[in-house]
C-alpha cells in the first residue's frame, strides 16, 4: 500500500502523486493530512522551509473542496509573487484529475480586472499575497465571506514584510466557523498573536524544535578583517567550483555592488532587490532556475518566496538585523533532505551574533579560514582534472584528430598532460601567488613541511568524492570502518566532487597511509596524500559533526533600507560597517553573466582575473 494512501487520501490525489512521482510523505505531510483529513480544526504546523508544507495542506484541502460547486471556498495567503505562483501551479498539479475544481493566483504586477474576471468564471481556490487581497475586497472584486478554509503559508514571512494589518483585515472579512491553518518555520510574537486572535484551540504540529534550523544545513563562519568581505566571497566561491548559491546583504545598495562586481570579475552572478521591475526580476529568477546564474546575490525581502532546488550553499555577507531571518536564509540549502551549508563572513566585532544565532537555531557553527591561494589554485586543478575526465566525447572531433597527433607527436602523455592544465593552471597560480593570507593570524602558511606529532591533528587528501557516490557522512563511516578508528578519530571531513580531505590525529598517520594508499575501491586504487595544512580554525575546535573541515584547493553594509525597525535584535543599536573595496579579483572560469543591471558610472581600473580562452 502506497504511503500516501495510508494517510487517507482518495484516488485522484494518488494518482496525481504517483505521476508526480512522490513515493513517501515528508515528517510534516504525516503529522498534518491525516489531522486535517479526519477533523474540522484549525492547526498551527511550524515546519522549515522545503519540508513539503505546501503537499502538507495541499492535498486535504483538495480532498475537502466540492468541486461541483464553483463559489469560492479557500483563501491561500502567501507573502510573494513567486510563492503565490508556485503553490497555484502545485494545487493545480495535485489536483488534475478533479474536474471541475480550479484555482486561480491573485497577486501584484499583473492586470487586477484579469485576475478578477478568473475568480468571477469560478475559483474555489484563491492563493493571494495580502496586498492584492486587500485591495480587491477594497474594490468589490472578490468575495471570501462564505469560505471554509484559510491557509497562512509562511506566516513568519508575511508579518516581517509588513502585512499585518493587511492579514487581519483580510481575516476580518472570513467566517467565524472556517477553519483556519497556519503554517510558519517560526513562531514569533506577531505569528502567535494573529493565531490567538483569528484561531480556536488549533492542533499543533511541531517537525524539529520551535524556531530550530534545519538538520540537513550545516554552518560555518569565517572571521575577516571589513576590507577583506569582498575578497573572503570570491575566495570561498573559487574553493567551490561547483557553487549555486544565494548571497545575503542586508541593503539595495550593496546587493547591487555586490553583484556588480562578481559580474566583473567573471563570475555568474546577478543581484536581486526590490529596485528591479518584475520583468527584471522575472528574467533574474529564471537565468538562476536554469542555473546561468551561480551567484544570486539579494535582499531578504527579495529573496522572500525563492523556492528553487539544489542550492549548494547560502552566503551571508552581512548578516541580518534580526536573527530569525537567519532561519529563512539558511533554509534556502538543504531542502528535500539533501545537504546544505550557510557560510556567514563576519568581523571580530561580529562573533556575538553568531553565539546569539546558535541558542536560536539550536545548531553550533564551526569556524573556518578562508583558503589560501595555493589551496584554491589546488581545488581548481582537480576540479579541472575531473571535468575533462567526465567530458562526453563528440566522435565528429575524429575527423581531426591526424592533425592534431601531428602537433603533438614531439610530446609525452605526461607532458601533454602538464601543459594541457597548465592552460588553466597557470592563470590561477600567476594570480594567487601573490596574494595574502585572509586568515586571522595574517601572512602565508609556510610551504615547509611541519613534523608530526602523535597528539596533533593530520589533515590528509584522498582521490575520491561525490562522484564516488559519498556524501561527508558516507566517506566519515567508510574510513572509520576500513581503518577500524573510533567514532572521534576521523573529523573535518570535506567532500568535493572528485576528491576529499579529511583529519585524524598523528597517531594514525602511519594506518591512515598504508591502509588506504593501494587500497581498490569498485576497480579505483585510492591514493592519499599529507595535505601541507592541517585543516584547523581559529577555535581550534574538532567539527562536531564531522562535517566541513577547512576548504582546501590546488594550485559592512551601508545604510539600512527604509523601514527597518528599532534596535537589532542581536542588541545594541546598529552601525553601518564603512565598505573599503579590495583592489584583488579573483579568477573563476565562468562566462561573465548580464543578468543584472550594470552600473553607469566609471569604475578604477582593477586588476581583473584570468578570461578562459
Not at 537 to 554: A, L
Request: glycine share 8%.
Amino acid at each position: 500500500m502506497n504511503k500516501f494512501e495510508q494517510l487517507g487520501l482518495n484516488e485522484s490525489l494518488l494518482l496525481a502523486i504517483k505521476d508526480l512521482g512522490f513515493e513517501n510523505p515528508s515528517e510534516v505531510q504525516e503529522k498534518a493530512i491525516p489531522v486535517l483529513l479526519e477533523q474540522n480544526t484549525d492547526l498551527v504546523a511550524l515546519a522549515q522551509t522545503g519540508t513539503g508544507k505546501t503537499a502538507a495542506f495541499g492535498f486535504p484541502l483538495i480532498q475537502k473542496i466540492d468541486a461541483e460547486n464553483r463559489n469560492t471556498q479557500a483563501l491561500i495567503l502567501s507573502p510573494t509573487r513567486e510563492l503565490c505562483l508556485q503553490i497555484t501551479n502545485e494545487i493545480k498539479l495535485y489536483s488534475k484529475y478533479i474536474k471541475g475544481l480550479h484555482t486561480v493566483a491573485v497577486y501584484g504586477g499583473a492586470s487586477i480586472t484579469e485576475q478578477a474576471r478568473e475568480v468571477k468564471r469560478g475559483a474555489q481556490i484563491i492563493v493571494a499575497t495580502p496586498g492584492r487581497m486587500q485591495d480587491m475586497i477594497n474594490r468589490g472584486l472578490v468575495n471570501i465571506k462564505n469560505i471554509d478554509f484559510c491557509i497562512l503559508d509562511e506566516a513568519d514571512e508575511m508579518l516581517n514584510m509588513g502585512f499585518y494589518d493587511d492579514i487581519c483585515s483580510i481575516l476580518s472579512d472570513t467566517p467565524d466557523e472556517k477553519n483556519t491553518w497556519l503554517f510558519s518555520a517560526t513562531m514569533p510574537a506577531e505569528v502567535a498573536r494573529i493565531g490567538k486572535k483569528f484561531m480556536s484551540n488549533p492542533v499543533e504540529i511541531t517537525v524539529g524544535h520551535k524556531n530550530s534550523g534545519s538538520a540537513t544545513v550545516s554552518h560555518e563562519f569565517y572571521v575577516v578583517n571589513a576590507r577583506d568581505r569582498y575578497e573572503a566571497l570570491k575566495r570561498l566561491a573559487d574553493a567551490n567550483p561547483d557553487i549555486f548559491s544565494v548571497v545575503f546583504c542586508r541593503t539595495k545598495r550593496d546587493t547591487q555592488s555586490v553583484a556588480e562586481k562578481l559580474i566583473e570579475d567573471g563570475y555568474n552572478a546577478a543581484a536581486l532587490h526590490g529596485d528591479l521591475s518584475q520583468a527584471q526580476r522575472d528574467g533574474v529568477m529564471k537565468a538562476f532556475r536554469g542555473r546561468q546564474i551561480q551567484m544570486l546575490v539579494a535582499t531578504d525581502v527579495a529573496a522572500r518566496g525563492i523556492d528553487v532546488d539544489n542550492v549548494t550553499h547560502v552566503v551571508n555577507y552581512q548578516l541580518p538585523d534580526e536573527i530569525e531571518t537567519y532561519n529563512h536564509r539558511s533554509g534556502r540549502t538543504g531542502r528535500a533532505g539533501k545537504l546544505g551549508t550557510s557560510i556567514v563572513i563576519v568581523t571580530k566585532s561580529e562573533i556575538r551574533k553568531i553565539h546569539s544565532i546558535e541558542k536560536i537555531i539550536k545548531q553550533k557553527f564551526e569556524e573556518k579560514t578562508i583558503p589560501s591561494g595555493i589551496e584554491i589554485c589546488e581545488i581548481q586543478l582537480l576540479h579541472l582534472a575531473n571535468k575533462i575526465h567526465d567530458t562526453e566525447i563528440d566522435h565528429e572531433i575524429d575527423n581531426y584528430l591526424p592533425a592534431i597527433y601531428e602537433v603533438f607527436q614531439d610530446l609525452s602523455k605526461e607532458e601533454l598532460i602538464k601543459r594541457m592544465v597548465s592552460v588553466e593552471f597557470n592563470r590561477f597560480l600567476s594570480y594567487y601567488k601573490s596574494k595574502r593570507d585572509l586568515s586571522s593570524q595574517g601572512g602565508e602558511r609556510s610551504s615547509e613541511p611541519r613534523e608530526i606529532r602523535a597528539g596533533d591533528p593530520v589533515r590528509y587528501f584522498i582521490n575520491i568524492g561525490s562522484r564516488d557516490d559519498f556524501d561527508w557522512m558516507q566517506l566519515k563511516d567508510f574510513l572509520k570502518e576500513t581503518l577500524d578508528l573510533g567514532r572521534d578519530d576521523v573529523f573535518k571531513v570535506d567532500v568535493k566532487e572528485g576528491f576529499s580531505f579529511f583529519n585524524t590525529d598523528g597517531e594514525h598517520t602511519a594506518k591512515v597511509m598504508d591502509i588506504l594508499n593501494g587500497y581498490e575501491l569498485h576497480g579505483r586504487r585510492i591514493n592519499v596524500e599529507i595535505s601541507k595544512n592541517d585543516g584547523s580554525s581559529n577555535s581550534s575546535r574538532r567539527d562536531h559533526n564531522g562535517r566541513g573541515g577547512e576548504r582546501r584547493s590546488f594550485g559592512g553594509g551601508r545604510d539600512r533600507d527604509r523601514g527597518s525597525r528599532g534596535e537589532s535584535r542581536f542588541g545594541g543599536e546598529r552601525r553601518s560597517d564603512r565598505r573599503s573595496g579590495s583592489d584583488d579579483r579573483a579568477p573563476r572560469n565562468e562566462r561573465r553573466s548580464s543578468a543584472a543591471p550594470r552600473r553607469s558610472d566609471s569604475s578604477t581600473p582593477r586588476e581583473r582575473r584570468p578570461r578562459r580562452s
